[in-house]
Each structure stands twice: as C-alpha cells, then as structure tokens.
C-alpha cells in the first residue's frame, strides 16, 4: 500500500521562502513525482514534476521561483517556493506518479499541507 506524507507548509510573510518534503512508500522509487496545490474556491492545479531522469515541468505561474528535487534513495520529493506571493497561498499535495519516464498522476495523494503567504 503506497503511503504518502507531506510536511514543510506553514504561515510565511510575501517574498518569503519555504520548503516542502513529500515522503512515499510502498511502491519503487523511480516513478515521476509531482506537487498540486488547490486554493480556496478553485480546482487543484499542477505546481510542477520530476521524472526519473530529473526532468522537470514547472506551472508558467511558479517559473523562476518554485525548484523541485527528488531523493531516489529516500523516495522523497522536495519543493523549493522562494519569493512566495499570496497568490501561491493554498493546499500542497503530493503525488506519486503512474510512470517513471513522463508524469501521470495517480490515485495515490497525500493529506496536503497548508502554505499560507499573507502580511
């Protein structure tokens, strides 16, 4: 059974940085990864992915801002928001992908974690 754990969100200033940790399990470590997040009164929306091979796509709106990593040995996936804006305010959710060489999203989601950018 995949397990899926986010962590790293929390209450940041606009223009402040955070990061965040996607912990899987249960399932082998080369499947692409990605990170969604939904805000209040608007559907979920990819933020960007990773594949095996370390390719990347990033949202337009998070481009230059957000990076995303991965750790195969620990399957885990990180996200790097720097320059944050309240427009990114929202719930993360990580996703275990469906294929290794391109990202599909699963079934398997993690509980979310709450970024909020506010003054």
């Known amino acids: 059974q995949v397990q899926i754990a986010e962590s790293g969100g929390g209450l940041v200033q606009p223009g402040g940085s955070l990061m965040l940790s996607c912990a899987a399990s249960?399932?082998?470590?080369?499947?692409?990864m990605g990170w969604h997040r939904q805000a209040p009164g608007k559907q979920r929306e990819l933020v960007a992915s990773i594949v095996n091979g370390g390719s990347t796509f990033y949202a337009d709106s998070v481009k230059g801002r957000f990076t995303i990593s991965r750790d195969n040995a620990k399957i885990t996936v990180y996200l790097q928001m720097n320059n944050l804006t309240p427009e990114d305010t929202g719930v993360y959710y990580c996703?275990?992908?469906?294929?290794?060489?391109?990202?599909?999203?699963?079934?398997?989601w993690g509980q979310g974690t709450q970024v909020t950018v506010s003054s």
């Open positions: 996703n275990l992908g469906e294929r290794s060489s391109f990202y599909v999203p699963s079934t398997n």
């Open positions: 249960g399932r082998f470590s080369f499947y692409a």
